[in-house]
């Protein structure tokens, strides 16, 4: 049977969303988001592109190294934090249990 894993969104409103997903469910975090009707635009369509589905990460996971991709196009945006990184490009899976993130500013 599959697991459920527990991940948060915060929106721009501060408002949190709560989701259990199998830890199976092969998607990433920006479609996830987009899944459940939260306002990330994902222009790129998840290409690492466009920075649109621009998070935070609040918990405090471990979230490794970033693709080369990834790291470009965030170089790229003026509100970058040690904790930015592109919800395309975070597969859901069990590693990221517990996960909270909030959405950066348009
Ligand atoms: S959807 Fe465009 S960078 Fe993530």
């Given at each position: 049977m599959d697991e459920l894993i527990k991940i948060s969104v915060i929106d721009r409103h501060d408002h949190q969303h709560d989701y259990e997903v199998p830890d199976d469910i092969g998607i990433s975090l920006m479609e996830l988001c987009k899944a459940n009707d939260?306002?990330?635009?994902a222009t790129c369509g998840g290409?690492?592109?466009?920075?649109?589905c621009h998070v935070f990460i609040e918990s405090d996971h471990d979230f490794g190294a970033m693709g080369e991709d990834e790291e470009l196009m965030l170089d790229?945006?003026?509100?970058?934090?040690?904790n930015s990184r592109l919800a395309c490009q975070i597969q859901i899976?069990?590693?990221?249990?517990?996960l909270v993130v909030r959405l950066a500013e348009e």
């Open positions: 939260l306002p990330v635009l290409m690492a592109l466009c920075a649109t790229q945006v003026p509100n970058f934090r040690k899976n069990s590693d990221w249990e517990g």
